[in-house]
């Protein structure tokens, strides 16, 4: 499968101008991809104003997804501000080249910035099935409780999409290797780079990691879109050989 990873600024709670530079990006990628990932709240930036830039899921920037993935023939994700039934949602959308949507509410709302306090948690993982992969998508601040995560479903790809400060980049790079190695799986992180209207400055390191830790994309500080492909033979080939999972704990998960 390959994957294209975009890593850009984004531009401060202008849902039009980011839509018009990720669709130029877009098809500016000449070469067949299966899948693009865009940055968490990529139309947006990291907002703690949802109601200004909210929209539904009918809205204007479901249906440009939908038609880029159905121009494109790929899927796409990343995630964006939804409003329903009265709540705001930080939410990951899957779209497949059908148009079809699968999404996931981010579990894990990042206290520190408050982001609990104006959107609703997710409850449910989502685990996509697409072209012969199983994919598990997250957001962010996810990043750090590796019990969610947890690889009970026999998934192949982790992704993160983020808006990761630079002054906790370390962190970053070491979660995504520690998340691959313990779910023995493809971990698939886009950040972006910038400052935003907060004047917290980003650095990108969006990267792609392999079961045992290795780079297949190192991490990237400019802006850029980056293109890898990733082995399933190889990987369960991997998993065949060590056979790490097999050997996993059993537990119950409660969510609040």
């Known amino acids: 499968m390959k994957v294209a990873l975009i890593q850009s600024s984004l531009s401060w709670e202008n849902p039009t101008a980011n839509r018009n530079y990720f669709e130029e990006k877009i098809y500016a990628i000449t070469e067949k991809v299966d899948l693009i990932v865009l940055p968490e ?14 929209e539904t899921m009918q809205g204007e920037t479901i249906l440009w997804l ?14 964006i501000v939804i409003t329903e039934n009265g709540n705001f949602y930080n939410r990951l959308v899957f779209v497949f080249p059908s148009g079809e949507i699968q999404f996931y509410d981010k579990r894990h709302l990042f206290t520190l910035a408050g982001e ?5 948690s997710g409850k449910q993982k989502l685990i996509v099935d697409y072209l012969g992969w199983k994919i598990c998508p997250l957001v962010c601040y996810d990043l750090r409780f590796p019990v969610f995560t947890r690889n009970v479903e026999d998934y192949d790809v982790l992704i993160y999409v983020a808006n990761w400060p630079k002054v906790r980049t370390n962190v970053w790079d070491i979660l995504i290797k520690a998340r691959s190695v ?14 935003d209207n907060n004047n ?5 390191h969006s990267q792609v990691v392999d079961c045992l830790g290795n780079y297949v994309l190192e991490p990237q500080e400019t802006e850029g879109v980056f293109i890898v492909e990733l082995n399933k ?10 056979g790490f999972l097999n050997d996993r704990d059993i537990f119950e998960l409660k969510t609040n």
Do not use: W
Not at 200 to 204: A, D, L, R
Not at 233 to 242: A, D, N, P, V, Y
């Open 41 to 54: 709240m990529f139309t947006t930036g990291f907002t703690m104003n949802p109601s200004a830039v909210a």
């Open 66 to 79: 939908q038609s880029l993935a159905k121009a494109k023939n790929n899927a796409i994700t990343g995630s």
């Open 116 to 120: 609990d306090k104006v959107y609703n």
């Open 182 to 195: 313990e779910n023995m799986c493809y971990t698939i992180g886009v950040n972006r780079i910038g400052f």
């Open 200 to 204: 917290f400055e980003h650095v990108g």
């Open 233 to 242: 033979e190889k990987l369960f080939e991997t998993r065949k050989k060590l």
